[in-house]
């Protein structure tokens, strides 16, 4: 379980490699999907409240992207498509399995958290993701959040 | 010689905190920001310090840190993702806002000296001074016994709130405070001497926006050649430079 990102990421170049979206690589994927609900979870029980709030967002983010890609890379292998949708994909998908592996070093190997490179990682995929329609963007996100707690956030900023 | 323009914490942190729900915003996000597009705009050098940098990080957390102990600890995902899009987006704007301005490294010991033995003092006479009683009016008749009666009363009264003002805040800031101060003297000093330096902020520490603390800006003005301001300030004697 724990090498699936290392396979999804082997798998990336492999199918790019070959010009082909196979089954194999889609099941590789969706058992990646499923770790990352796992993250998702697991971050959630950690803690400390912003190191809690850093892991969700990068297992979450990662969530998102991975589950909306699969769907595009489905759609695509439907059509028999060579892979231009897995071209277009690639680099989100090394994101999410660079970060993935990180999160599994820090939940399972049980090392202490070092965030900052997981969070640049997290940020530069967020854009890369909302570029290419993957993830909302941030600030569409932003935007739905209830008012109340987007009130009260300002209210607690003291300097 | 140009205009080189020194980010303390409160000026960073407004211009990161935009639209959270459509139109909710740091009501002095528009004038933080704008003063940052301005000096990207113009080629104005933007400053900032890896202390300042920390310190802003930790308000934009701390703040969400005590919204979620208002509303309890999340335990749904949606609830997770509601706090953790918050602190994506204003860490996100916050580090677009950084990537405009040069992060500059200081000394220090130097900085504590500069603390110990220029910042510190400068408050503590400030306080002092501002502590201190109003002179006395005296009338050079009986005529207007009455008269320097009514005007002692009015000081004193004056005084009075002065002094519960400062119950509230203090003549002194904190030591984060005085470091950033100290940082700002010596990269004036330093990299900086002969250039105009501004230092936009929106804290009564530095810019004293109202009494009692209204000397404070003139007073650093005068010993350091420091111009502490409002973004807001500094866009208008900018725009005004540029044409």
């Known amino acids: ?159 | 010689m140009g205009d080189v323009i020194f980010f303390e914490t409160s000026a960073l942190v407004a211009a990161s905190i935009k639209d959270l729900n459509g139109s909710i915003e740091h009501d002095r996000y528009a004038e933080s920001k704008g003063l940052l597009n301005l000096a990207s705009d113009t080629k104005t050098k933007c400053i900032t310090t890896l202390s300042i940098e920390e310190q802003a990080n930790k308000v934009l957390e701390k703040a969400l840190l005590d919204v979620m102990e208002l509303e309890k600890r999340p335990d749904t995902v949606e609830e997770f993702r509601k706090y953790s899009t918050i602190l994506d987006a204003v860490q996100r704007m916050y580090i677009e806002n950084i990537s405009f301005m040069d992060r500059l490294s200081t000394h220090k010991d130097t900085i504590a000296e500069i603390e110990d033995n220029e910042v510190y003092p400068m408050y503590d006479r400030l306080n002092a001074n501002i502590r201190e009683k109003p002179p006395k009016a005296y009338a050079v008749s009986n005529k207007f016994k009455g008269l320097a009666r009514d005007i002692n009363r009015d000081l004193m009264d004056e005084h009075r709130k002065k002094l519960d003002k400062l119950k509230e805040k203090s003549i002194m800031p904190d030591s984060k405070d005085r470091i950033i101060l100290s940082e700002a003297i010596y990269l004036k000093r330093e990299r900086f001497p002969r250039d105009t330096f501004y230092l936009s902020s929106l804290d009564n520490h530095f810019c004293g926006f109202k009494s009692p603390f209204t000397q404070i800006p003139e007073k650093i003005k005068e010993i350091f050649s420091i111009t502490c301001l409002s973004p807001q300030r500094i866009i208008r004697l900018i725009t005004d430079k540029k044409t």
């Open chain 1, 1 to 159: 379980m724990t090498d699936i990102f290392n396979k999804v990421s082997i798998g990336v170049l492999d199918s790019l490699e070959k010009r082909k979206i196979s089954e194999e690589f889609l099941s590789m994927c969706r058992e990646a999907l499923t770790e990352l609900k796992k993250f998702q979870l697991t971050a959630m029980r950690y803690p400390d409240s912003i190191n809690a709030l850093k892991l969700f967002s990068a297992s979450d983010t990662c969530y998102l992207v991975l589950q909306k890609s699969i769907s595009e890379l489905e759609q695509a292998k439907a059509r028999g498509e060579n892979p231009t949708t897995l071209e277009k994909l690639q680099d989100v998908l090394l994101y999410v399995c660079s970060i993935g592996k990180e999160l599994d070093y820090i939940f399972n190997k049980k090392v202490g958290v070092e965030v900052t490179k997981i969070r640049k990682e997290t940020f530069e995929l967020q854009e890369k993701a909302e570029g290419l329609n993957l993830l909302d963007k941030i600030d569409i996100r932003v935007n739905s959040l209830p008012g109340k707690t987007a009130a009260t956030y300002i209210s607690r900023i003291e300097v």
